[in-house]
């Protein structure tokens, strides 16, 4: 998906959106809708359903490991050997790669969902 | 989202058996929770079967494929039930990625008197053991228990949107972005690939296949649907690789209507055959609508789910709400759907009578044995006193899940991390 880029221009906005929907409203609200979107965000594209949009989609769950910059975060940890209590002031670029162990959290597998638990009402 | 509520817990899927004796729920944890039915006892015959917690299992557990730096969501997408063949049930469960089959067994005896073991499994010391008895099976507490009897793996590249079990019963099908594979139920090293949209050069992809269905009597014949609002129908017979549809159903489009949400709104987020076999019925962003087989050029019935929200469309585009997928069901007799829809309000269109109804699933305005009120959102000017205005509408709490029983009136709404059972009114 393009960029967000919070360019509004007020002004611009109502007077556009006015028209059109004066022009539209009785017949398509969605056309109204469209003039604030693109009001909004100018660097939309023109093929609202083509490949970029798709190709977003199909890459969902991407996240970038580096096996290399994760043996040096392990090496340099090995070494540390202290519980830092803050950032590290000489942290180098591949620290701040996510390795598997930074990945968001996931609650432990084991835990019973609540539906299992509850009563029924 | 409520402060308290883990995204753990929010369910992801729900299925009646195909007797609606059981009623399976799949989470975003991975995990799966099984609600039997109680047997109407004799003392109450007018209090209906209530449903209560009869088996859980983790299903999915969370993966990270270190080849292609993906992260493997454990969220169950869907659940589909085998037909009852034996005591023991059977369900096919999957994430994006895997499809697992389930067997659920009771066990309500026990082996007790071994002579090689004691009572707690340790070993007997051989030399003291003297004389030679025959183990008996003596009653014990009912035990359910979940093994999973086949994993299908390593099929998919893209995210499994569907599963469906074809009425063979010997084979079923999986589904994701841009392909689908035909599985035999005992064979986990190898599936068909049926369907395959992928083209060529990935800067030409224009649409995905959004959700697929095997018909309910014909074993050769199924459905999908794609980002784009049209169905599929497709023969095996016809070819081993079903890239040329049988049946391609489509609804013209006013070219003058188009607008930027146009495809966007129009890609299909469910298809559900009718139990009959006659009509598919489809759900968009805005509508559901039901196809006769027969009839490719346009929908026979088209049904307004929240039209109001068309002139919400930049917000909802914003937040990511327009890409929401809800489902839609039959109820047993083919005669009313039912789809949800935001501020956890669901709808039901009668086909007959064309009167529609929404309903509302939330712990403040049902208590257990009240009757639903029906709920009306106003669109402008004067709302009344019981209606809601749709800037109130609450788009974080969505119905996109729902089930009814095969038989009889009884609704299971998924609400976020809430399950409803609703049933109908016993006079």
Not at chain 1, 73 to 98: F, Y
Not at chain 2, 288 to 311: A, C, F, G
Request: one cysteine or more; hydrophobic letters at 30%; proline letters at 4%.
């Amino acid at each position: 998906m393009s960029q967000k880029q919070e360019e509004e221009n007020p002004a611009e906005e109502t007077g556009e959106e006015k028209q059109d929907t004066q022009e539209k409203e009785g017949m398509l609200p969605e056309r109204a809708e469209e003039a604030k979107l693109k009001a909004k965000y100018p660097s939309l594209g023109q093929k609202p359903g083509g490949s970029d949009f798709l190709m977003k989609r199909l890459q969902k769950g991407q996240k970038y490991f580096d096996s290399g910059d994760y043996n040096m975060a392990k090496a340099k940890m090995k070494n540390k050997q202290l519980p830092s209590a803050g950032p590290d002031k000489n942290l180098v670029t591949g620290d701040h790669i996510p390795t598997p162990q930074d990945l968001p959290q996931r609650k432990s597998s084991l835990v019973t969902s609540k539906l299992a638990g509850g009563q029924v009402e | 989202m409520e402060t308290g509520t883990t995204e753990a817990d929010i369910i992801s899927t729900v299925e009646f058996n195909h007797t609606g004796e059981l009623l399976a729920t799949g989470d975003k944890g991975g995990r799966v929770v099984i609600f039997q039915r109680e047997q109407e006892s004799k003392n109450q015959v007018h209090r209906r079967g209530e449903y209560n917690v009869y088996s859980t299992f983790q299903s999915h557990e969370p993966e990270f494929d270190y080849l292609k730096s993906l992260e493997i969501e454990e969220k169950i997408n869907k659940i589909r039930w085998l037909p009852q063949q034996n005591a023991a049930y059977f369900l096919l469960s999957t994430n994006d990625k895997t499809v697992k089959l389930w067997k659920v067994s009771e066990r309500d005896k026990r082996p007790e008197g071994y002579n090689l073991k004691d009572e707690e499994g340790r070993l007997r010391d051989p030399a003291t053991i003297t004389t030679l008895r025959v183990p008996v099976l003596r009653p014990m507490d009912l035990m359910v228990e979940a093994t999973p009897r086949r994993v299908f793996a390593n099929a998919h590249t893209y995210h499994i949107n569907s599963i469906s079990v074809n009425s063979d019963y010997e084979t079923y099908m999986s589904a994701d972005d841009l392909r689908i594979n035909l599985w035999n139920f005992e064979i986990t090293n190898q599936s068909f690939n049926i369907v395959d949209i992928k083209p060529a050069n990935m800067e030409e992809l224009t649409e995905v296949i959004t959700a697929a269905e095997f018909h309910p009597h014909h074993c050769n014949t199924f459905v999908y649907s794609s980002s784009k609002g049209t169905i599929r129908l497709c023969d095996m017979r016809a070819s081993a690789l079903c890239d040329r549809h049988t049946k391609f159903f489509e609804e013209p489009e006013d070219p003058s209507n188009r607008s930027f949400f146009s495809e966007i709104i129009s890609s299909i987020s469910d298809v559900k055959f009718s139990h009959s076999g006659r009509y598919i019925m489809t759900r968009d962003y805005l509508t559901v609508k039901v196809w006769d087989l027969n009839m490719e050029n346009r929908p026979i019935e088209t049904y307004q789910v929240h039209d109001y929200l068309r002139s919400k469309l930049c917000s909802l585009y914003e937040n990511d709400c327009i890409f929401d997928k809800f489902e839609c069901v039959w109820n047993g007799s083919d005669s009313v759907i039912m789809t949800g829809s935001y501020n956890n309000f669901f709808r039901m269109f009668d086909r007959n009578t064309k009167r529609d109804v929404t309903l509302e699933a939330s712990r403040e305005n049902s208590k257990p044995r009240a009757i639903l009120k029906p709920r009306k959102v106003c669109v402008g000017g004067k709302r009344r006193k019981d209606e809601i205005s749709v800037d109130s509408l609450d788009f974080s709490k969505k119905i996109l899940h729902t089930a009814w029983h095969p038989s009889e009136n009884i609704i299971a709404v998924a609400a976020t991390n809430n399950l409803y059972i609703f049933q109908d009114k016993v006079n």
